[in-house]
């Protein structure tokens, strides 16, 4: 049984800051990959970044420089630091996770984010 408890989304003026945050409640296993995907409307679902349980990180060019991913693998947990926002980012984001034994991601129920220009 996985699930996935995602938060911080909001309304934030351009040029403002947000933190996302996720809780993996996992029954044995501990991830491999968390992270985060989004999706703005009528747009497909994108990722934004990914944290693997070493700590090696991946972004997307277009949040390169103005995100930072980051997790604690004891709780299970990871954060999405969101600065210099644009209008762009409006979207819904999706905390991620994987397991080394299974090739699928696990989502969480997605956060708004809103970005008034």
């Known amino acids: 049984q996985v699930q996935l408890l995602d938060s911080g989304g909001g309304l934030v003026q351009a040029g403002g800051s947000l933190r996302l945050s996720c809780s993996a409640f996992?029954?044995?296993?501990?991830?491999?990959?968390m992270g985060w995907y989004r999706q703005a409307p009528g747009e497909q679902r994108e990722l934004v970044a990914t944290?693997?349980?070493?700590?090696?990180?991946k972004y997307s060019d277009s949040v390169k420089g103005r995100f930072t991913i980051s997790s604690v693998n004891a709780k299970n947990t990871v954060y999405l630091q969101m600065t210099s926002l644009h209008a762009e980012d409006t979207a819904v984001y999706y905390c991620?996770?994987?397991?080394?034994?299974?090739?699928?991601?696990?989502w969480g129920q997605g956060t708004q984010v809103t970005i008034s220009s």
């Open positions: 991620i996770l994987d397991f080394d034994y299974e090739p699928m991601y696990y």
């Open positions: 944290i693997t349980s070493s700590g090696i990180t």
């Open positions: 996992v029954s044995i296993f501990s991830p491999n990959t």
